[in-house]
């Protein structure tokens, strides 16, 4: 059974950068017909796609956050991850990593979250 | 970018209920439309992927219908385990884009 797990510090400064990492377990990353993305959702608000990176290696970015953000991934490990620069109060959010496929065109499996906070 | 607008935003209902929500999208995006379940502290779950067909494991009382611009998330018969927050999500495009959410409550 497929298992993604988010981990990264619950703290970032403002004006850093939030680096999280999602480790993917019985399954392959390299796989093909998949992709893997991240999705955020701020206090008390609903989800926001951040962008997806397909096994093929294109990436596709939240036009909000083009400028900010990278996904990447790490075969050798089976993990992808996330690096959102220049953050704000406003980035403050729980962040899920989660697994596509093309023939549902949906998120299928997603990580449990993990909060992170941007505070000095 | 493709906006998806969901109603209501909230929704009283009692056990037994049949309960339906609306998606919709800003433009045609054919079929390209899944819906979430979230429950508070939990990540969202699939319920229904390509507007009707449903996610292995869901159970049945759920379906989805519509194409275009318009679709429907329908509950048949509303169990306890289903009070929560409901979110189309549309995949047309290369940029995704969620709904901002239906919670239905307890009546």
């Known amino acids: 059974q497929l298992q993604l797990q988010e981990s990264g510090p619950g703290l970032v400064k403002p004006s850093e950068t939030l680096s999280l990492t999602c480790t993917v377990s019985?399954?392959?990353?390299?796989?093909?017909?998949?992709?893997w993305g991240w999705i955020r959702q701020s206090p008390g608000k609903g989800l926001e796609w951040i962008g997806c990176m397909y096994y093929s290696g294109s990436t596709y970015y939240n036009p909000s956050l083009q400028s900010r953000v990278t996904i990447s991934l790490v075969t050798s490990k089976n993990q992808f991850s996330l690096k959102l620069s220049s953050v704000t109060a406003a980035d403050t959010a729980v962040y899920y990593c989660?697994?596509?496929?093309?023939?549902?065109?949906?998120?299928?499996?997603w990580g449990q979250g993990t909060l992170v906070t941007v505070s000095s | 970018d493709i906006q998806m607008t969901q109603s209501p935003s909230s929704l009283s209902a009692s056990v037994g209920d049949r309960v339906t929500i609306t998606c919709r999208a800003s433009?045609?995006?054919?079929?390209?439309l899944s819906w979430y379940q979230q429950k508070p502290g939990k990540a969202p779950k699939l319920l229904i992927y390509?507007?009707?067909s449903l996610q292995s494991g869901v159970p049945s009382r759920f379906s989805g219908s519509g194409s275009g611009t318009d679709f429907i998330l329908t509950i048949s018969s509303l169990q306890p385990e289903d009070f929560a927050t409901y979110y189309c999500q549309q995949s047309s495009s290369t940029v995704w884009t969620f709904g901002q959410g239906t919670k239905v409550e307890v009546k």
């Open positions: 433009q045609s995006i054919r079929t390209f």
């Open positions: 019985g399954g392959s990353i390299s796989s093909s017909n998949y992709y």
């Open positions: 390509a507007a009707s």
């Open positions: 989660a697994r596509g496929s093309d023939w549902n065109s949906a998120f299928d499996s």
